[in-house]
């Protein structure tokens, strides 16, 4: 039992011996442990200042990856190298604890001391960005350094006096405008902590009650077994907020069932990485990027959370529409282990596993911070696991969870990193405001010119780099210009936020599809394209953004209604006319209605918009929708009523 329990705690390595192996990987058990009681102490009493928390922090995790990547090396030189790259991370946070009244009373102002941390510091930073995002934030880092040290060369008004290492060291060591700025904040306070309640629900077997609530709900209904795999993946994805680890979660059990029942592997694997992807944007635990949002913006996360909700929803709608319209057109067996009795089963020996999801919401709802609601979440969770035997967790499953969501973090906290580089280089130089000039003048003033740039930047950053870095970055960069064009702050910020995580199923870096790919056994980028299709939602909800805010739940009630009213209906037409089924197969033109149907019912205006033109269009919308959905269920009835008379 107990070789079993370390055997949980063994990193992974075909290069390491045996007991260099061991060693590290309880070094690693040891910090990620360590780092998660120090995230817990921090989020439930406070009280440590932001600039020794989040250095502490960062300190800690880059350390541990320090001896995560190591691992890779086949050379003892190489891994001896990065070996002494962990030592060099352990130095900064506590050098700035140990003299954090001194950088006060100099109001941090950096001495030579301070500039080898500093150099120790982005040496560091540098390694962890290549080896846990890749080459893109290295030039972007990499550019931005030599634009704040060489900028006096540059004539005009994108040159600058120019900023030497004790600037630098200044700005983004000794002060919250760097490496240790809100978005390390966020890796700190929200990141980690949600990544530990998920892990720590997994643990306990949360996980598969949203499986078996999704199979007793979808699973008798034909092609089931998709249903619940598109439900059950975004139900589990709104704990890890990953769709990459929500694939190899729930991918591993739903993509042979779908396969099972008829759903080819190609099929199978885009409707497991499509589902898996609703993680990021369904609350109550979205993606990083999601809290990152939260603090540029300025408001708390729950209304965050609660005006993504409605966008979520349109995306699972639209997913489960296009499944059980697939399922018809392969005409697919029911799951006939599943149903109402797997439901009630479940929710009558498993239901208490919930509690700890119920807690969290139930908090935030009554005005608890997210850090406080998931503290106790996680509280909850370890409260509830010893009820029954099988879900009953050890000290060994406790570190092993630390353990995993360190791992996961490692990209996040890079990323952070990178881009806490970068926006503090951007704002000490000014250049931020200059490119957000720059992109208006690019549009020409036009809000939906700027829109289409802001969507193919957001997509081109979302391929190269995580999620939380695109959206920082674009964050800095993009948003001001179309809030000054008129654009609602939360918008514009949730505008970008989906077109950085449409990355995920979209080639040709489509790590979720990959992932969905890996284990269905059909061709990657072929996955990725029908995945695209299957959430197409994701590109085209974010324009709603813009004409009818209503669906973020912003504006008066009536806008809210009349945009959720015209949301559903043009998302129905048009996953519908994308399908290219319903009852039977449908001829191109029909298919074109429904497309055409949609884009009138989500014409580009507010949603209460009374002039003649917009009415007349979106009543035509409504009228084209209704008549050829009526006309496919009663043709569908007529043909059924005359096969049982003849």
């Given at each position: 039992?107990?070789?079993?329990?370390?055997?949980?705690?063994?990193?992974?390595?075909t290069f390491a011996g045996g007991k260099e192996l061991a060693?590290?990987?309880?070094?690693?058990?040891?910090?990620?442990?360590?780092?998660?009681?120090?995230?817990?102490?921090?989020?439930?009493?406070?009280?440590?200042?932001?600039?020794?928390?989040?250095?502490?922090?960062?300190?800690?995790?880059?350390?541990?990856?320090?001896?995560?990547?190591?691992?890779?090396?086949?050379?003892?030189?190489?891994?001896?190298?990065?070996?002494?790259?962990?030592?060099?991370?352990?130095?900064?946070?506590?050098?700035?604890?140990?003299?954090?009244?001194?950088?006060?009373?100099?109001?941090?102002?950096?001495?030579?001391?301070?500039?080898?941390?500093?150099?120790?510091?982005?040496?560091?930073?540098?390694?962890?960005?290549?080896?846990?995002?890749?080459?893109?934030?290295?030039?972007?880092?990499?550019?931005?350094?030599?634009?704040?040290?060489?900028?006096?060369?540059?004539?005009?008004?994108?040159?600058?006096?120019?900023?030497?290492?004790?600037?630098?060291?200044?700005?983004?060591?000794?002060?919250?405008?760097?490496?240790?700025?809100?978005?390390?904040?966020?890796?700190?306070?929200?990141?980690?902590?949600?990544?530990?309640?998920?892990?720590?629900?997994?643990?306990?077997?949360?996980?598969?009650?949203?499986?078996?609530?999704?199979?007793?709900?979808?699973?008798?209904?034909?092609?089931?077994?998709?249903?619940?795999?598109?439900?059950?993946?975004?139900?589990?994805?709104?704990?890890?907020?990953?769709?990459?680890?929500?694939?190899?979660?729930?991918?591993?059990?739903?993509?042979?069932?779908?396969?099972?029942?008829?759903?080819?592997?190609?099929?199978?694997?885009?409707?497991?990485?499509?589902?898996?992807?609703?993680?990021?944007?369904?609350?109550?635990?979205m993606g990083a990027a999601a809290f990152l949002m939260a603090?540029?913006?300025?408001?708390?996360?729950?209304?965050?959370?609660?005006?993504?909700?409605?966008?979520?929803?349109?995306?699972?709608?639209?997913?489960?529409?296009?499944?059980?319209?697939?399922?018809?057109?392969?005409?697919?067996?029911?799951?006939?282990?599943?149903?109402?009795?797997?439901?009630?089963?479940?929710?009558?020996?498993?239901?208490?596993?919930?509690?700890?999801?119920?807690?969290?919401?139930?908090?935030?709802?009554?005005?608890?911070?997210?850090?406080?609601?998931?503290?106790?979440?996680?509280?909850?969770?370890?409260?509830?696991?010893?009820?029954?035997?099988?879900?009953?967790?050890?000290?060994?499953?406790?570190?092993?969870?630390?353990?995993?969501?360190?791992?996961?973090?490692?990209?996040?906290?890079?990323?952070?990193?990178?881009?806490?580089?970068?926006?503090?280089?951007?704002?000490?130089?000014?250049?931020?405001?200059?490119?957000?000039?720059?992109?208006?003048?690019?549009?020409?003033?036009?809000?939906?010119?700027?829109?289409?740039?802001?969507?193919?930047?957001?997509?081109?950053?979302?391929?190269?780099?995580?999620?939380?870095?695109?959206?920082?970055?674009?964050?800095?960069?993009?948003?001001?210009?179309?809030?000054?064009?008129?654009?609602?702050?939360?918008?514009?910020?949730?505008?970008?936020?989906?077109?950085?995580?449409?990355?995920?199923?979209?080639?040709?870096?489509?790590?979720?599809?990959?992932?969905?790919?890996?284990?269905?056994?059909?061709?990657?980028?072929?996955?990725?394209?029908?995945?695209?299709?299957?959430?197409?939602?994701?590109?085209?909800?974010?324009?709603?953004?813009?004409?009818?805010?209503?669906?973020?739940?912003?504006?008066?009630?009536?806008?809210?209604?009349?945009?959720?009213?015209?949301?559903?209906?043009?998302?129905?037409?048009?996953?519908?006319?994308?399908?290219?089924?319903?009852?039977?197969?449908?001829?191109?033109?029909?298919?074109?209605?429904?497309?055409?149907?949609?884009?009138?019912?989500?014409?580009?205006?507010?949603?209460?918009?009374?002039?003649?033109?917009?009415?007349?269009?979106?009543?035509?919308?409504?009228?084209?929708?209704?008549?050829?959905?009526?006309?496919?269920?009663?043709?569908?009835?007529?043909?059924?009523?005359?096969?049982?008379?003849?």
């Amino acid at each position: 039992m107990l070789k079993t329990n370390l055997q949980s705690l063994r990193l992974e390595s075909t290069f390491a011996g045996g007991k260099e192996l061991a060693l590290v990987s309880i070094l690693f058990s040891v910090i990620a442990a360590t780092v998660a009681g120090f995230v817990l102490y921090g989020a439930y009493y406070g009280g440590i200042t932001a600039l020794l928390l989040r250095s502490s922090f960062f300190s800690l995790v880059a350390a541990a990856a320090m001896l995560f990547y190591a691992l890779r090396y086949k050379s003892v030189a190489g891994r001896a190298v990065f070996y002494l790259f962990a030592l060099a991370a352990l130095v900064p946070g506590p050098y700035l604890w140990h003299y954090y009244l001194d950088i006060v009373m100099r109001g941090a102002m950096s001495i030579g001391q301070d500039k080898w941390i500093f150099i120790a510091l982005i040496a560091v930073v540098f390694v962890f960005v290549r080896m846990a995002v890749g080459w893109a934030l290295i030039t972007l880092m990499a550019l931005a350094f030599l634009y704040a040290y060489f900028g006096y060369l540059i004539p005009g008004k994108y040159g600058h006096g120019g900023y030497d290492l004790s600037r630098l060291t200044s700005t983004l060591m000794l002060s919250t405008e760097g490496v240790y700025g809100v978005p390390m904040g966020v890796a700190v306070e929200y990141i980690f902590l949600f990544g530990l309640f998920g892990a720590i629900l997994t643990k306990i077997g949360t996980g598969e009650v949203f499986v078996d609530i999704a199979r007793g709900l979808t699973g008798r209904v034909q092609g089931g077994p998709g249903l619940s795999a598109a439900l059950s993946s975004a139900l589990l994805g709104s704990l890890n907020g990953s769709a990459v680890a929500n694939v190899v979660t729930t991918g591993t059990f739903t993509i042979p069932l779908m396969k099972r029942v008829g759903y080819s592997a190609k099929l199978a694997g885009a409707i497991e990485a499509a589902a898996s992807s609703a993680g990021q944007i369904m609350p109550p635990v979205m993606g990083a990027a999601a809290f990152l949002m939260a603090e540029m913006i300025g408001i708390p996360y729950a209304e965050v959370a609660l005006a993504a909700l409605v966008p979520a929803l349109l995306y699972i709608f639209a997913l489960m529409i296009s499944v059980r319209l697939e399922a018809g057109r392969l005409n697919l067996a029911r799951d006939t282990e599943a149903g109402l009795q797997l439901l009630v089963r479940t929710l009558r020996t498993k239901s208490y596993l919930l509690l700890p999801l119920v807690v969290l919401i139930g908090l935030m709802i009554s005005g608890k911070s997210p850090t406080q609601a998931a503290v106790m979440g996680i509280l909850a969770g370890l409260l509830v696991c010893p009820w029954k035997k099988e879900t009953r967790i050890n000290v060994f499953d406790l570190i092993s969870a630390c353990k995993e969501t360190l791992s996961s973090t490692l990209p996040i906290v890079a990323a952070v990193g990178a881009a806490g580089v970068i926006i503090g280089i951007l704002n000490l130089t000014g250049m931020g405001l200059m490119l957000s000039g720059l992109i208006i003048e690019l549009g020409d003033g036009n809000l939906w010119a700027v829109l289409l740039l802001t969507a193919l930047a957001s997509f081109v950053l979302g391929m190269g780099l995580p999620t939380s870095a695109a959206y920082l970055l674009l964050a800095v960069l993009v948003a001001p210009a179309m809030t000054q064009l008129g654009m609602e702050t939360l918008s514009a910020h949730m505008f970008i936020f989906y077109f950085g995580l449409v990355s995920a199923i979209t080639p040709p870096v489509a790590l979720a599809a990959y992932a969905a790919a890996t284990i269905s056994g059909a061709d990657a980028n072929e996955t990725a394209v029908e995945s695209m299709r299957l959430g197409f939602v994701k590109l085209l909800v974010p324009f709603l953004f813009v004409t009818m805010p209503g669906v973020l739940l912003i504006g008066t009630t009536t806008s809210v209604v009349a945009a959720i009213c015209f949301a559903t209906l043009a998302t129905a037409s048009m996953s519908i006319g994308f399908s290219g089924w319903l009852r039977e197969n449908l001829p191109w033109a029909t298919r074109l209605l429904y497309v055409v149907a949609a884009i009138l019912i989500a014409w580009p205006a507010a949603a209460t918009d009374t002039s003649l033109f917009v009415v007349s269009a979106r009543v035509l919308g409504v009228v084209v929708f209704a008549v050829l959905f009526v006309k496919a269920i009663m043709g569908t009835k007529a043909d059924t009523f005359n096969r049982v008379k003849a």
